[in-house]
Every structure is written in C-alpha cells, then in structure tokens.
C-alpha cells in the first residue's frame, strides 16, 4: 500500500556559506532593512504569546511596526511556556569549566543525533549568550551564588553547568519577563492584544501570507484579520498522544491549517520522551506532569537489582538497588540526554524491575543529597517541585523517593522553515517550537527556552525586516475573495461538526486516539505497529466524523466546539507521524525503530539513507508528497553517540 510519493529535494536557499563562526553576523548586514517611517505602515500578525511570540510581538512593536496579537488563553502570561521548569542553556562560561559557544554547539548538534543543520544550531548558540543579558535586564530573578554570580547547573547531554535557573519556575519567570515587554507595547498603543481568539485558518493572498480567520472563543464570533506578514508562535503538537505533560489547550490547529495551505511539514515523527514525569496513576487523568529535569542534577535513579521486588524503597539496602545510568553512562550518569534515560527506564520496566503501580515507575532518590548538602539546601534548590510532587502523590520526596517515568513532553518536528525563519509560504515564518529548526531529532533539555527567546528577541525582527523590505505589498482587506474564502471554509467546517450529532463525546475519540499513538508511535516503533496504527487511525477518524456529538451552537462559549476542530486535525496529523516514522528506517533521538537499534540496544542511525530533513506536502485528497532536504556536517562529524 502506497502510503506517500516522494516530490523534488528542498534547500535551504536563505543559509549562509563560509566560516561557521561569522555567518550569522554577515548574513545580518547583508539582510535588507525597514527604515523606522516605513514601519509603521506595516502591520504584523503573531500567533502564540508564549516566550516566542511573547517576545518576538514586544520586540516588533518596539521596532516600530503594528502588531497584532492572538492566543486562545485569557491573559498571554497563561502560555504554556509558563510551565517550563528546569533553567535555559547560554554559552556564558561562568563556571569557567571549559564552556564555550563551540561547545554549546557541538553538544546541541550531537544531542539532537545529527539531524539538525549547523548553520541554525550555531547560530543559536551563539544568541545563547544575549538572551541572559536581556533577561537580566528585564529584571527576571535567576538564581544567584552567594557573591551575587548567575547561578547555573547542569542538564542532561552537557558536562559542563550551562543552565540558567530561576528555582524551579524558570518559564514562568521568563515569560514574565516576555509579557512585561509585551503588556507596555500594549500600553502605548503599538500592539492590539486579542486574547480567547483562535486561529482556524491562514489567508494567503497571490502565494502570500496575508492574515488569518480567528474565531472569538466567548462569543462565537468569526472575524478575517489582515495583514503585510503572518508570524507562527503556537507551539507544538505534544498533546496527539491525548496525556502528555502539555497544557490541555496546546494543539496544531494553527500550524495544520498552514500545512493543509501549503507550508511543508517536518520531521513530525520527532518527538520528545521526558524521563522525569510523575507515573500515570489510572484513566481518569486528563494530562501527566513533569518533574524538572534539574531533579537529576542531585537524584539518583534507580531500580530494585531483583524483579518483582515490591519492598518499600526504604526496605531494599544498597547492594540490591541498580543504579542504572550510572553502571550503564558512567561519564554522564543520570544527566544523560532525555532519549537515552527515557528508553533506558523503558528497558528497566520491561525487564519487570518497574515500582509503583502496573510496575511503570523508576525512583528519583535525593537520600545522598540531603546527606551530603542538608535539607536546606535542596528545598532552595527544589522546594516548589518537591511540594507540587507532594499535593499530586501525597509522598514527601524528603523521606521517599520520587517515582518518574517517561511520557510525551516536546515536540522537535514542526513547520519547515528556512534559516530566515520563513516557511514554504511566503510572509508565514514560524518560530519557536512551532517550528523545526534547531533540535534534531532530540531536545537537549534547558534548550526550549533558549530557542523560543532567541527566535523572538534576535532573530525573526532581522529577518523579517528583510521580508517587508522587499514591498510594498499590495492592500488587501477582509472583502478580498481569497479571505472571503478562507472564512467561508471555516463557517462551513464549524456547521459541519456541529450537525453530526452522533453518540460519542470529542474526549473519547482524543483519548482513543492518544492510546494509538502511545502504543505504535511513542517510545518505541515498529514497521508493524506503525501500518497497523496508521489502519485504525483512519478507521477512527471515519467513525469520528460520523459519531461524534458537539452540543451547543457556534454562538458562544462552546469548548466542544474548540476541542472537536483540534481533534480532527490531529487526526490528520496522527497519520502524517505514523508515516513519517515508517519511511525514516533507522532510530535517531527521539524516533526509535525496534528494527535498527546496536546490539546494546542504543539507536542506530542510517546516515547513507537518512541524514536529511523529511518535508511533506500536504495534497489534500492525494498522497503526501515527500521532500527531502540534505544535511551536512562540516564542524561536527556525525558519529554512533555515545554518553558511556
């Protein structure tokens, strides 16, 4: 069964060439200006108030443009990035512990298994350094030694302390820092905030993006809203898997929309597996929750050495517990990458050493830690994580350790853009983790933060200008027949949900749908599982359309309206992963093919075939079309990864 053709190759025809180290720089002054006049008669749209579109509308506004901004949560400081965690990475070298912008580099483009581009990492490394400053400057209250020094740690992938931290609320100081530079634009008048609008549609005027079809979440009603370029700041599309440790809100619609009207999808099937998740405990959650990562600067974990030993943690002595990433990683120990410590607990658990529950759970110890250090100094490390993990559990991780195990936390694929930041449709970039770019086919942890901050703040504003300055653009309104259309599409698409009428609630179908994709797309694939997921996702979808019921009407609040639109498309998009990680035959980072894998059981990359960004087309009734974008590696030859 032919599940896909595959188009013409694409290339990144906006990166630079020449020494790595000034390529940035060079490509900034050769990029064509806006003068400060012409800016403001030229408006932008940025979807997402999250740290990138946050960012990016403040940073905009503060150029001179018009911007107007959208998000379907009641404040922009509701946005996801608010729950990031652990810290972000900057080459600062504070600890003068060998860091460096080279370094940041080479361990961004090996923890991501060679399958990013080295233009764009380096590059991100090296505005790495800026976004601290800037933050500084914003007053975001990292944390600091006793000297009054930045304070940093350690994340997984790094053996060097590069991670910024504010506590255990690092987004959401962060964040704050962006919505305070973002809520004084609004107060002098360069940004029109509209929060509880969704997107569900892209404009695109003469082949360019020219404004978007909101839908008002309160009152139900649709509006076309114009404008000289469209920003994507959305996030990502965690929430497929239905329980991943993403806000119930995040969904793809408003990338999918883009992808169904021409901009390429990438690597979809790289998705992130976050080691350090508090375990599901039964079917009534609607959502799991992460522990940081930072956790791993001072836990141990382990497993009991026998199988089925359900004896309290306490109970078991220490010649019968298996410290499992550090007998397996000793030079990283338990601050190897995500990929590694996700599918080694997987291994643990399959091998039936799992505590908890079903036997799906690994143990988080700080006991070493709060012997060496004191209670003090862990609760002023962590205390915010420790008592959040208490109210879920009801455990006091100061006297039991904590249980983790891994679920879906971010997501590497996402709209392709070039390294301009533009996508394949002209005047739509996508930024932030809406976007491929920068992480390959596994996030090193602290690393979301850093490109969210770095695309909104340094890069999208010079790019962009580049775009606008090749105008003027035609005026367009909202009476042109292409936003007509585009509005039309979504009357109709909304009518439709609302007259199925059927028997099964949206939830029902995420949530079965979610369970596909776990099982078959999730930590672990197979050729089988992935064709027989890809059958029962169509079979589901067809039932969906048939069976579900949406109460209400469109005229207000109705979020079985919202929830039934962002289902469908993540049933479309369910399909394009499974696909994905069906043609891509080898295990790299997150994707994980049982069928390619060394005889220790670590993924095993097929660079012949497969050292390429996958971009599909979306054709709409027809097969997807595969365009395939070379990689190549100068600085940072790819090799078999290892953290031993």
Known sequence: MDLYTNGDPIADTKAPDGPIETRWERHRFEMKLVNPANRRKLTVIVVGTGLAGGSAAATLAEQGYRVKSYCYQDSPRRAHSIAAQGGINAAKNYRNDGDSVHRLFYDTVKGGDFRSRESNVHRLAEVSVNIIDQCVAQGVPFAREYGGLLDTRSFGGAQVQRTFYARGQT?????????QALERQIGLGNVEMNARHEMLEL??????????????????????????????????????????????GCNVTASWRAHRKGA???????????????PVSGDHQSKLTLMSESLRNDGRVWVPKAKGDTRSPKDIPEDER???????????????PRDIASRAAKNVCDEGRGVGPGGLGVYL??????????????????????????????????????RIYPAVHYTMGGLWVDYDLQSTIP???????ANFSDHGANRLGASALMQGLADGYFVLPNTLANYLASGPLEKVDA?????VAARTEVEERLQRLLAINGDRTVDSFHRELGQIMWEHCGMERSEAGLRKAIDEIRTLRDEFWQRVRVPGDGEGLNQSLEKAGRVADFFELAELMCIDALHREESCGGHFRAEHQTPDGEAQRDDDRFSYVAAWEYTGTGLPVLHKEDLTFEYVHPTQRSYK
Do not use: W
Not at 203 to 228: H, Y
Not at 369 to 396: H, P, Q, V
């Open 322 to 336: 298996d410290y499992y990433l550090e007998r397996i990683y000793p030079s990283f120990g338990n601050l190897v």
């Open 171 to 179: 987004g959401q100081q962060l964040l704050l820092g962006a919505y």
């Open 365 to 402: 110890d700080f006991a070493d830690a709060i012997s060496r250090l004191g209670r003090k100094a862990i609760e002023a490390k962590y205390g915010n994580l420790f008592e959040m993990y208490e109210r879920i559990t009801g455990e006091d991780p100061y006297e039991v350790p904590m």
């Open 203 to 248: 404009v695109i005027v003469d082949g360019k993006a020219r404004g978007i079809v909101v839908r008002d979440l309160v009152t139900g009603e649709i509006s076309t809203e114009m404008a000289d370029a469209v920003v994507l700041a959305s996030g990502g599309y965690g929430n497929v898997f239905y329980l991943s440790t993403n806000a119930k």
């Open 264 to 278: 390429y999808f990438a690597n979809p099937c790289y998705t992130q597996i976050h080691p350090t998740c508090i």
């Open 479 to 483: 009476s042109h027949p292409e936003a």
């Open 427 to 433: 005047g739509l970039f996508v930024i932030g983790e």
